[in-house]
C-alpha cells in the first residue's frame, strides 16, 4: 500500500520561500502520477503541479507557474515542491497525492482529486506578514 508523508510546511512572510517534501513508501515514484494540490479555507481542493509520466513530463496549472516547480530525487523516493515569491492567497493545507500511471485515468494537462487515490496528510502553509 503506498503512503505519502508531506513536510515542509511553515509560516512564511510574503515574498518569501519554502520547499514541502513527499517522501513516498510502497512504491516507486517513477510509477506514478504523483504531484499536489492545495486547499485553502471554504474553498475547493485544486491541482497544481504533478508528473504525469514516468519520464518526468509535469504540468503545472498557468496561475502558479514560474512561482511554483515540482522536482523528484528517485534514490530518496521523494517529491518536493518549491514555492518562491509566495502570497497570501498561497495559504492553504498542502496535500500529496499519487495515481499509478498503469490505472491514470487523467489527462495530461490537468489534474482533478478524483484521478488520485492515494493522499497525504497535508501539511499546513500559511503566508502572513
Known amino acids: 500500500q503506498l503512503k505519502l508523508v508531506e513536510s515542509g510546511g511553515a509560516l512564511v512572510q510574503p515574498g518569501g520561500s519554502l520547499r514541502l517534501s513527499c517522501v513516498v513508501s510502497?512504491?516507486?515514484?517513477?510509477?506514478?502520477?504523483i504531484g499536489w494540490f492545495r486547499q485553502a479555507p471554504g474553498k475547493e481542493r485544486e491541482g497544481l503541479t504533478f508528473?504525469?509520466?514516468?519520464?518526468?513530463?509535469?504540468y503545472t496549472r498557468m496561475d502558479v507557474m514560474g512561482r511554483f516547480s515540482l522536482s523528484r530525487d528517485l534514490a530518496k523516493n521523494t517529491v518536493f515542491l518549491q514555492m518562491n515569491n509566495m502570497r497570501p492567497e498561497d495559504t492553504a493545507v498542502y496535500y500529496c497525492?499519487?495515481?499509478?500511471?498503469?490505472?491514470?485515468?487523467?489527462?495530461?494537462?490537468?489534474?482533478?482529486?478524483?484521478?488520485?487515490?492515494?493522499w497525504g496528510q497535508g501539511t499546513q502553509v500559511t503566508v502572513a506578514s
Open positions: 510502497g512504491g516507486r515514484v517513477n510509477e506514478y502520477a
Open positions: 508528473f504525469w509520466y514516468e519520464d518526468g513530463s509535469s
Open positions: 497525492a499519487a495515481e499509478p500511471f498503469v490505472s491514470y485515468k487523467g489527462g495530461e494537462h490537468s489534474m482533478y482529486e478524483k484521478d488520485f487515490t492515494s
